[in-house]
């Protein structure tokens, strides 16, 4: 199951550069992930300072 991105996202940008298929990208309000491209690794949670990630 892909991760999701909630509302406590600040936008600081730190799990998009992580990301190794890039499915992370900015959106309207905050920063989203692609379902379809994200393969569940991880790593945008593990280096989220605000814990905005959830899997």
Do not use: F, R
């Amino acid at each position: 199951m892909a991760y999701k991105i909630t509302d406590a996202c600040t936008s600081c940008g730190s799990c998009e550069s992580e990301c190794p298929v890039e499915a992370i990208s900015q959106g309207e309000s905050q920063y989203v992930i692609d379902e379809s491209t994200c393969t569940s690794c991880g790593l945008c949670a593990s280096v989220c300072p605000v814990d905005a990630i959830e899997g």
